[in-house]
């Protein structure tokens, strides 16, 4: 199938799941399209998806670039994987989100960094939400304090939350984590009226996803094909 059809079809499963759950908010696709050349992503474009996300930053970087230089200004890039203290100033000055922010140095450098005239960086906070060492994201317990930082920060504005479920086919894991991140959500909209977002599921987990509440789906293979790691990033 072309990219066009696998958009299609990702989209229909997005709204087969809405109605499924009786979902009343819209549910939108972020297409990831890290290791994944420039082609690949205008084809995806000129099918009309206008929402990727990228981890690497030099390689997001070249694309967000020529994207620019041909006069396609439409684009949403959201930085979806962990940042390094020096990669956040390519960062702030070419995306319009980070996810990944788990980090108060980091929020503060993507501040600072932010060129004058760009509108505010959107900011979700990742929670490790599968309590695995390996994964990025802070702890429930530190989520309030980086999101009062992000809140007062001029060049940053708070979105939301994301996370990664543990990998896994057990359904009921899938959905208490789900679940978890979904109740912090609910908790930080009372504080935080601008927080809007809350990004869970990938391509293996999007059905329990949408059922929890996730507003932001983060979807590549099943768009793109398999990744390609075999690269320097």
Do not use: H
């Amino acid at each position: 199938m072309s990219i066009k059809e696998n958009l299609n079809s990702v989209l229909s499963q997005i709204e087969e799941y809405r109605q499924k759950y009786n979902v009343q908010q819209k549910v939108e696709l972020l297409a990831v399209s890290k290791t994944k050349p420039y082609e690949d992503v205008l084809e995806a474009y000129q099918a009309g998806q206008r929402m990727f996300g990228e981890s690497y930053a030099q390689e997001a970087c070249e694309k967000i670039d020529r994207f620019k230089d041909s006069g396609i200004r439409d684009i949403c890039w959201y930085f979806i994987g962990p940042l390094q203290s020096n990669k956040t100033r390519s960062v702030a000055e070419r995306f319009d989100w980070v996810l990944s922010c788990d980090r108060e140095k980091i929020a503060k450098r993507l501040n600072d960094q932010r060129p004058a005239g760009m509108r505010p960086l959107n900011i979700c906070i990742q929670v490790n939400i599968s309590d695995e060492e390996q994964k990025s994201g802070i702890e429930e317990n530190e989520i309030l304090s980086l999101a009062s930082l992000i809140s007062n920060l001029s060049n940053l504005k708070l979105r939301g939350l994301m996370g990664i479920a543990l990998n896994t086919d057990n359904q009921d894991i899938l959905k208490d984590e789900f679940m978890n991140l979904r109740r912090i959500f609910e908790n930080m909209k009372k504080i935080y009226p601008c927080v809007d977002t809350l990004s869970m599921g990938m391509t293996a987990d999007m059905e329990p996803a949408v059922e929890c509440g996730s507003n932001l789906v983060r979807i590549g293979t099943r768009i793109f094909g398999a990744r390609n790691y075999n690269k320097d990033n």
